[in-house]
């Protein structure tokens, strides 16, 4: 069992930068592909960006490609999630996730809330205008 712990998010202004971090407990955080989701009050989980167990693969949204980069630290056992030009429809409440698949998994399940089966608690992240 993997227990995920997020930290970083906070409140910023409109084009502004925060870097999130996500530390996983166990051994078994770096042969998963671990994820970035974030969510709305009354709206559905929404993808952000994933990378791959190894991470020499990523993936993002549409909506933050070229803005977010995620990354990931096995021997810290940790993922990254650097966000930049922050806009208001960024803010959410941001989790990480494990994915429930080992080694390589496709870039389709990567984006699937589905394909995860441990999750933070998240941490909000605010941008005003």
């Known amino acids: 069992q993997v227990q995920l712990v997020e930290s970083g998010g906070g409140l910023v202004q409109d084009g502004g930068s925060l870097r999130l971090s996500c530390a996983a407990s166990?051994?078994?955080?770096?042969?998963?592909?671990m994820g970035w989701f974030r969510q709305v009050p009354g709206k559905e989980r929404e993808f952000v960006a994933a990378i791959s167990y190894a991470g020499g693969t990523t993936t993002y949204a549409d909506s933050v490609k070229g803005r977010f980069t995620v990354s990931r630290d096995n021997v810290k056992n940790t993922v990254y999630l650097e966000m930049n030009s922050l806009r208001p429809e960024d803010t959410a409440v941001y989790c990480c996730?494990?994915?429930?698949?080992?080694?390589?998994?496709?870039?389709?399940?990567?984006?699937?809330?589905?394909?995860?089966?441990?999750w933070g608690q998240g941490t909000q992240v605010t941008v005003s205008s």
């Open positions: 166990g051994r078994a955080f770096s042969a998963y592909a």
């Open positions: 996730a494990k994915n429930k698949r080992p080694a390589s998994v496709t870039t389709q399940r990567m984006g699937t809330p589905a394909e995860y089966d441990s």
